[in-house]
């Protein structure tokens, strides 16, 4: 890349011409050239056109081959967790409880100040043990210290018994469990509450923005951030948008779940929404189904709102002029959800419910009638892809949940695709790590063929569908008027990349006109992202580069 280029601190009031590479824009899919003014795209063209410009721009930049992609937007992220993950203590590569125990102990002997340890992403399911860490086990390896410590789909979590000493009442609470089992529901959401509140402000901004320039060296220009009080905190919700307005890097959307919907609009929040939960998760046995989980007899899940709750939730909304919004993943919430928006469609009208743009986060198990409801009721489904790369599959965790049968019908993207419903990518990181072009493969090769779409689809999905999501259908593209935010990549050749074979053969031809991709592959490197741009503005620079 070209020593020309700003630096990251650079504002966005400068006219740049950047040539010589790749321009992914639908405005002309043989573009090598853009110009970016004022925080916009400007124009876009082939690079004969562009040698008009260069007199007039305060630089031009040579992306020597490089590709210039729209930057993605990750529709679901808990940012400050996120930080924690990627500062603090994670184990998601262990792959035993002995090495969790051991990357405990090494943690809280390093950090011997912090009031509190937090740590996140073991999953038993993938141990030979099959079990995770005990209590008396965790206050061994701490000390006797306070720790939190999160499953790999945060609904629910092993703690020391320090931490449940600042719970009072904590075992009475639904969801507590002495012994090997670990804390759901409103315990879980207790111990929660109590941890990030010992954590000091300090802490909390390191977190952020750990998480912010980690998003940023990805191409990821926009968060949604979803917040709640069952989540986080408002003190953690408000000081992270405050940090996004002060500070460069990632644009920050901001979604409280919360059935207040005039605080959620108090601290700012574009919704009453994100993780509004009707029910909890397959990995923690707490996702709402219709019939019975296959390995645990006799239950069927926790619902934690019902259809006239969730009308009532969706009217308050629309009136206020905010999104509605809900996490649900089981079969039976995802119907819950679905009534819910109907009632409320029968009492303010179709067109009014489906202007707001209200929106459901997960929507793992979904029938060919709740996909048409969706479309029927303008819903968009915000939905990770990894989930399915994690989990998939006729040996992982979904199937040892619903069985082979019920697992092979998750994550259906391409029958909502055909079906018209709008899709947004997302990680729920720290769930599953921030990684776009990784989510992108995940939809393009999902583990279960008929649900694969195209590359090009899951793209889209990830950058404009995540504008979309938050009603803005001006941005996401690389075409004049539309906010300057890009990402540069270092990538090999372009590709078009489908289902079906027969497309993408004559996509591939030059006079198809379909911009190309990188080859997004299983095994093939993905893109290094080289450089962010927000706004306009530089949010980040890949290191001699």
Known sequence: ?????????????????????????????????????????????????????????????????????????????????????????????????????????????????????????????????????????LDELTGGRPLYLTRIDVHSAVVTTALLDLVP?????????????????????????????????????????????????????????????????????????????????????????????????????????????????LGSHTACLHEPYADHTGHSGSAHLDAATIALHVVACTEAGLQAGFHAIGDAAVTAVVEGVRAAAEKLGLARIRAARHRVEHVEMLTPETIAAFAELGLTASVQPAFDALWGGEEGMYADRLGTERARTLNPYAALLRAGVPLAFGSDSPVTPLDPWGTVRAAAFHRTPEHRISARAAFTAHTRGGWRAVGRDDAGTLVPGAPADYAVWRTEELVVQAPDDRVARWSTDPRSGTPGLPDLSPGVELPVCLRTVVYGRTVFVRPNE
């Open 1 to 137: 890349m070209s020593e020309s280029m700003p630096p990251a601190s650079s504002g966005d009031h400068r006219t740049v011409l950047l040539c010589g590479g790749e321009v992914h824009s639908p405005a002309d899919p043989f573009a090598t050239a853009m110009v970016v003014e004022r925080g916009h795209v400007a124009w876009v063209g082939s690079e004969g056109a562009a040698d008009a410009f260069a007199s007039g721009v305060d630089e031009v930049v040579d992306l020597e081959g490089a590709l210039v992609t729209p930057a993605f937007v990750d529709a679901h992220v808990h940012t400050t967790a996120t930080g924690f993950a990627l500062t603090g203590l994670d184990l998601s590569s262990a792959a035993s409880l002995a090495e969790a125990a051991e990357l405990i102990r090494a943690h809280a002997a390093a950090r011997p100040e912090d009031r509190i340890l937090i740590g996140h992403g073991w999953d038993a399911s993938r141990w030979p043990e099959r079990r995770p860490l005990t209590r008396a086990e």
């Open 169 to 281: 009442g904590i075992r009475d609470l639904d969801g507590f469990h002495d012994g090997q089992r670990p804390l759901t529901g409103d315990a879980h959401h207790a111990v929660r509450a109590a941890a990030f509140a010992a954590v000091s402000p300090l802490q909390r901004t390191e977190a952020q923005r750990a998480a912010r320039l980690r998003a940023a060296s990805l191409g990821i220009g926009t968060l949604h951030e979803c917040g709640g009080p069952q989540i986080s905190s408002e003190d953690d919700f408000t000081g992270l948008l405050d940090l996004a307005r002060e500070e460069a890097g990632p644009r920050v959307v901001g979604y409280w779940a919360d059935l207040d919907v005039e605080r959620a609009r108090a601290l700012g929040a574009l919704g009453a929404a994100g993780d509004l939960f009707a029910d909890g998760s």
